[in-house]
Every structure is written in structure tokens, then in C-alpha cells.
């Protein structure tokens, strides 16, 4: 994918996307990684889009988002024994991105490399994962969230050089409802607006 250029005169002149807001781990006081986390340098080559498959809260506030990021990291080192969150970064329902993994942020920045996750077996290498909060077997994410992940992808697309057309689901690499039906559906819809990014 490439930035977008225009022409200014005579002059092509490329304008880079916008800088993407997302809360680090530092800002939501995340607990440190159990051991040191391994950083690979070369580009991920897909986008993996998952659900938490938690409540459809209406609390869309900050401090409601950084509560979730902090059970999502509880959870997976404490329960499923990971050293930290396995998702690369997290959506909440009202649309506040966060980094799930220490460094994600500043690999995504860099644009080279990725901090391996625990997000999907066979992929945690290569594709960057990011949570949606709620559950979307019947129903849609609201327009809050949806805008972010369609900007998130955006960014990560155009950082990574990653088309839109490798934003998959998580079902397309392992055996899981995730991202429940309801999103899963939308996914052609999200390719495509991701790609008009880049008209």
C-alpha cells in the first residue's frame, strides 16, 4: 500500500496518514512482562482481527478501557501462564486503542519488526493481533469502535506495507468462533474501507 500523493502544480507531493493515538502500556499502568519479550526485525505480513468475547458494555469511557486492558493482561499471564498480554493491541467498545504488549507500539512506530505475541498459534510472528472488546456473534461493533479499528488497520497497513488484503479473522488460522460471526462478516467491508485509505 502506499501514502497518499497529490499534485500540487506541477509538484507530486506524498502526505503521510495521521498519526495514530493509541494508549501504551505505561499509560494504562500495565504490569512488566514476566520475562524479556522477543522482538523480531522484519515486517508482519497480516493484520489478525480478534474479539474479547466479553460483555457489550455502554461504558465507552477511558478509565473503563484501561480496566479491560488490565484484566486482558491479568488473565492471560495469570490464567494462561504468558508473560504478558498476547495481543499486539486492544480496540475497547468506545474506541480507545491500546498497546496489549510491551513494545507493540514502538515496533508498529519503527515499522520493521514485530514483538512476538500469544494471540495465534503459527502467526504470532508474523501477523499483528488486535482485541476487540465485546462479543460479536450477533451483533456489530458500535460506530466508535468500528471507526478505530478501521484506522488502526489503516495505520498498520501503511507502516508495515501490509495490503488491506491480508486483514483476516482469527478463525482463518486456527479453530475458533473468534471474531464471532457478527464481525467476521464484516471483514470484506473492513478490507475495503481500509483500501479507500489509500485512493
Known amino acids: 500500500m502506499r501514502r497518499r500523493t497529490f499534485l500540487l502544480g506541477s509538484v507530486a507531493v506524498v502526505v503521510p496518514p495521521a ?19 522477543v522482538t523480531v526485525h522484519r ?3 497480516r ?14 469511557s477511558i478509565g473503563h478501557a484501561y480496566d479491560l486492558a488490565r484484566w486482558i493482561q491479568d488473565l492471560h499471564m495469570d490464567r494462561n501462564g504468558w508473560v504478558d498480554s498476547g495481543q499486539h493491541f486492544t480496540n475497547s467498545r468506545g474506541g480507545v486503542l491500546m498497546e ?7 515496533a508498529l512506530r519503527a515499522g520493521d519488526q514485530i514483538v512476538v505475541g500469544a494471540h495465534c498459534p503459527g502467526q504470532n510472528d508474523v501477523a499483528i493481533g488486535i482485541e476487540n472488546e465485546g462479543l460479536y456473534v450477533a451483533v456489530e461493533p458500535p460506530q466508535q469502535q468500528w471507526d478505530s479499528l ?15 488484503s491480508e486483514i483476516f ?13 457478527a464481525l467476521y ?13 489509500f485512493r
Request: charge should be negative; hydrophobic fraction near 30%; proline fraction near 7%.
Open 19 to 37: 498519526e495514530l493515538s493509541v494508549r501504551t502500556c505505561q499509560d494504562w499502568q500495565a504490569r512488566p512482562p514476566a520475562q524479556e519479550l
Open 150 to 164: 478501521v484506522a488502526f488497520c489503516a495505520h498498520a497497513c501503511d507502516r508495515y506495507n501490509i495490503p488491506a
Open 100 to 106: 496489549g504488549r510491551h513494545g507493540s507500539f514502538e
Open 43 to 45: 515486517r508482519p505480513s
Open 169 to 181: 479473522g482469527h478463525r482463518d488460522f486456527t479453530v475458533t468462533q473468534c471474531p464471532g460471526d
Open 185 to 197: 462478516a464484516l471483514l470484506p467491508r473492513l478490507r475495503s474501507e481500509v483500501a479507500g485509505q
Open 47 to 60: 493484520i489478525l482481527v480478534h474479539h474479547t468475547a466479553t460483555e457489550n458494555v455502554e461504558d465507552y
